[in-house]
């Protein structure tokens, strides 16, 4: 299992990936946490679900305090990315970023008050945090789930791409980064056709993506792409086929 990792480690300004985190049930692949550290503050992107929350909680200690986590990022709805959530409401002050789309469906994982809850808008937007932090939240709509929200920092140049990039490796050969895209490729591409929902929407966001000035997309399972694996992800991204497109519709 391998250890914490400081993909951008700044004076004022770290972007660390938490020890991967083992769901137990399903069939054993890692979920990746991240957490930004601006100027003593923190935020936690994609926190993970009930049974990994104590581990999180670990990692995170050894940089800091719950209460100082100023902000907590929801990619999506999913339940290993949610269903921590209330125990983290209880530890922190934090205010939660997500999709506006998702606003009303998160009290069914036991969420009894909302106004710690700031809803995305569907075209994205620049927020500015209490400690000077700045996160463009950028939409991966129809990317698995039709209110997906990803995460650029500017300062470390790293985007957080939720389930857009995910792959299927165990926790025991899982590296940080993908060495090599093409023998990276069977660990990603049936998820890909399957949970992407049409080639239109993979364009539209390789698209807005490669207007950003990116050194690492940092997916929530899985490997990590920069360099040159980065570069043949997108160009596999944008010819894609999948979801709506293998329908056989006569």
Not at 181 to 195: D, I
Not at 207 to 233: N, S, W
Request: hydrophobic fraction near 40%.
């Amino acid at each position: 299992m391998r250890k914490n990792v400081a993909l951008y480690n700044g004076e004022e300004h770290r972007f660390i990936l938490l020890n991967e985190s083992e769901p137990g049930e399903e069939d054993g692949i890692p979920s990746n946490q991240f957490l930004i550290i601006h100027k003593g503050k923190g935020t936690l992107l994609d926190p993970g679900g009930f049974g990994v929350m104590p581990q999180v909680l670990n990692e995170l200690l050894q940089y800091l305090q719950p209460v100082d986590i100023e902000a907590i990022v929801l990619s999506h709805q999913d339940p290993d990315i949610v269903g921590g959530l209330t125990t983290w409401l209880r530890l922190t002050s934090a205010k939660v970023y997500v999709s506006r789309i998702w606003q009303r469906f998160l009290p069914h994982y036991g969420i009894t008050g909302m106004k710690r809850f700031i809803g995305i808008q569907d075209e994205g937007e620049k927020k500015v945090f209490d400690s000077g932090l700045e996160l463009q939240f950028v939409p991966a709509h129809f990317l698995h789930s039709p209110g997906q929200i990803n995460v650029y920092d500017p300062i470390s140049k790293i985007l957080f791409s939720g389930d857009v990039g995910a792959s299927e490796v165990p926790s025991e050969d899982c590296e940080v980064f993908v060495k090599d895209f093409a023998e990276h490729l069977p660990n990603t591409a049936g998820f890909h056709k399957r949970y992407m929902a049409s080639n239109r929407a993979l364009r539209y966001w390789v698209q807005q993506v490669r207007k950003l000035d990116i050194d690492i997309i940092a997916p929530q399972h899985g490997p990590l792409f920069k360099g040159q694996a980065k570069e043949d992800f997108l160009d596999w991204l944008y010819d894609l086929q999948c979801g709506s497109d293998l329908l056989d519709v006569e």
